[in-house]
């Protein structure tokens, strides 16, 4: 259980997040929405101890996050951000096997052990890339390289997800797949998920609690049926937006409603 | 790339011209795909790293025979194997220049080589950047720097240089990662300009301290500045052995934390990794290698890049199979160099860092060029 209260984050004067209080429950996909500059990432990046909150305090498991090391931390919690390109040459299944690094003890000399190989063979099977693992990272596709980012989280055992805008250079199959994956993640082993993104229907559709921020302001949280309405949305985002159901899911759905501004 | 799953094969094929052209194309092009048992392990990196060692003693076996006095080969193991108890094996003279000539230096010169391969193994991984070398950074001048203040002002005491070269290579160590270093790492154009403006920096104030110091030792001061191990005696060979294999451990400890923040320092610490702790560690061993193998051995340049480099193609990237191995082809690498520097225009010497910057030089241009 991870959670921020009363968290506000200060960049010099700059007020990036404003006394906002957040619970990351066993099972729940937290979505954290707003427009840019909402402090959405500053949030996501305080739950995980990168950046130190000027005030409030972040607490994992009942004691404060700060008390932990980072090896600690890097076993609890677990960080998918966008994938970018490397400058060394590395393969998919070192890359994995990076996210064992807050497990290595003494043991195997700073080396691997067969349970670290055997749990990044599951996780590259998870995500379908278990035919990629001598490929090199840079070779892959987006979408692969995307997979792999998340094999590297879902390596670490940690039991918390953050995900800081994981689908915005995916196509929407694999925005899709990727969503599904974590939703998987958080019902099967009973994970926390904290997802940034910009993509509110994908949010609608896989979350079961929405976050709204502006301005580093919590408007709203709840489930998206409750937050993601008309009236907070347009307020949230400044833009006025249509939503219905989804046609299949039932889910929000939202469609930005630009010409109707006029 | 089918060779470079069995190690101990990698050697003697890496010498054929094929094979590097055809690893170098495809690493510039990140590589084609190897298989799960390409990967490094503990075992790779054992069998890799003695096969090394074997060769670095042969190499320096045959090195100690070669010179102005060419020593008999038998005579000289079984001097070798007595270690220096008088058997007959060797004239009085011959045993002198063995034990306290030639000895000292190619053990100088494998410190020397280790050091630098190493400490540039390391710079790279931290850097993220393969053309970082200690040299071309500035480093080296820095620690050239600590060893002339050192030198002119504060006496030739045996620890002092060393010292005061650390010292040197710890603050442009310093200035050049704060200068350098971007969000993504350092990109070669800020990496280099960095370079220079901390060696040129230096060499304004190696030129202000050379006018303070007597004609007579001038010209054994440029000298040095190019690589110079002539100077290795019996006694302060130690203090470079010694600082060599604290500082090739401790950075080969770091080789596992140094592989995740090779790929990114913020990724790194959501990872578990202490980045500031273990960049302080590594900036701490890389200097002091750096340090000690200047102040003993002058500025040997090309080193810390084409080695590393080297290993990397024929082995793997996985800093802790490349830092060890580089320490090892780094000693042999200048072991050679330095049998070159004093044999090819004998009895005159050229300095081992001119041998090293002829190899290193277009190698750096060609990876320049390459990305």
């Not at chain 1, 278990?130 to 094999?151: C, D, I, P, W, Y």
């Not at chain 1, 879902?154 to 797949?177: F, R, V, Y």
């Amino acid at each position: 259980m991870l959670e921020a209260g009363n968290v506000s984050i200060n960049y010099g004067k700059r007020r990036a997040v404003v006394d906002v209080s957040l619970r990351v429950a066993p099972g729940d996909l937290t979505a954290i929405v707003g427009a840019n500059g909402a402090g959405k990432s500053s949030l996501l990046r305080a739950l995980n101890g990168t950046i130190r909150p000027s005030a409030g305090e972040i607490v994992l498991d009942g004691k404060p996050l700060s008390s932990y090391s980072r090896r600690a931390v890097g076993r609890r919690i677990a960080v998918v951000t966008q994938e970018s390109l490397l400058a060394f040459p590395v393969s998919v299944l070192e890359y994995v096997l990076g996210g064992r690094y807050a497990w290595s003890g003494s043991g195997t000399w700073g080396w691997e052990s067969e349970r670290d190989l055997e749990i990044a063979a599951a996780v590259l099977r998870q995500t379908e890339l278990e035919n990629f693992s001598g490929r090199l990272m840079n070779e892959l596709s987006g979408g692969e390289r995307q997979r792999a980012v998340l094999a590297r989280a879902l390596a670490t055992e940690a039991g918390i997800l953050l995900l800081d805008e994981p689908t915005a250079n995916l196509d929407l199959a694999h925005q899709a797949s990727m969503l599904q994956l974590v939703r998987a993640h958080c019902d099967e082993r009973a994970a926390g998920a904290v997802i940034v993104t910009h993509d509110i229907n994908l949010a609608a559709e896989f979350a079961n609690k929405v976050v709204l921020l502006k301005g580093g302001h919590l408007i709203a949280a709840g489930t998206p049926r409750d937050v993601l309405t008309e009236e907070l949305l347009s307020e949230v985002l400044e833009i006025k937006v249509l939503v219905d159901a989804h046609p299949l899911s039932g889910a929000p759905r939202i469609t930005p409603a630009h010409e109707l501004r006029r | 790339m089918a060779w470079s799953r069995s190690p101990a094969h990698f050697i003697p094929k890496l010498l054929s011209k094929d094979n590097v052209n055809q690893t170098a194309t495809t690493i510039g092009r990140n590589g084609v795909a190897f298989e799960r048992s390409a990967r490094a392990t503990l075992r790779k990196t054992l069998v890799v790293c003695g096969a090394l060692a074997v060769i670095l003693i042969l190499i320096s076996i045959i090195a100690a025979t070669l010179g102005s006095e060419r020593l008999p080969f038998v005579d000289m193991l079984r001097a070798l194997f007595t270690a220096g108890a008088n058997t007959g094996a060797l004239t009085a003279t011959q045993r002198a220049i063995l034990f306290d000539i030639r000895l000292p230096r190619i053990l100088l010169a494998a410190t020397v080589g280790a050091s630098l391969a190493a400490s540039g193994a390391s710079y790279q991984a931290l850097l993220r950047n393969a053309l970082a070398e200690p040299y071309l950074l500035g480093i080296s001048n820095g620690a050239a720097v600590g060893t002339m203040v050192a030198l002119v002002f504060l006496g030739a005491n045996e620890w002092t240089r060393p010292l005061m070269a650390f010292g040197g290579a710890l603050a442009a160590t310093f200035v050049v990662y704060r200068l350098a270093r971007g969000r993504a790492g350092a990109t070669p154009e800020k990496l280099i300009l960095a370079g220079v403006i901390v060696t040129t920096f230096q060499s304004s104030a190696i030129v202000f301290i050379t006018t303070l110091m007597d004609a007579t030792r001038i010209r054994s001061f440029t000298f040095w500045l190019l690589g110079d191990l002539s100077q290795a005696t019996p006694r302060s060979i130690w203090i470079a052995v010694a600082s060599t294999i604290v500082g090739v451990a401790a950075l080969t400890l770091k080789a596992r934390p140094l592989n995740l923040m090779m790929l990114g320092e913020r990724d790194a610490f959501d990872l578990g990794v202490e980045v500031e702790r273990v960049r302080l560690q590594v900036f701490l061993a890389a200097s002091l290698l750096v340090g000690v193998s200047v102040a003993l051995g002058g500025s040997v340049g090309y080193v810390g890049l084409v080695v590393p480099h080297l290993v990397r193609m024929s082995t793997s990237g996985d800093n802790r199979l490349t830092i060890p191995a580089a320490a090892l082809a780094g000693a042999s690498f200048v072991v050679v160099a330095d049998t070159l520097a004093r044999t090819v225009i004998a009895p005159r010497e050229l300095p081992v860092g001119a041998i090293t910057a002829l190899i290193g030089a277009p190698l750096f241009i060609y990876l320049l060029k390459r990305r």
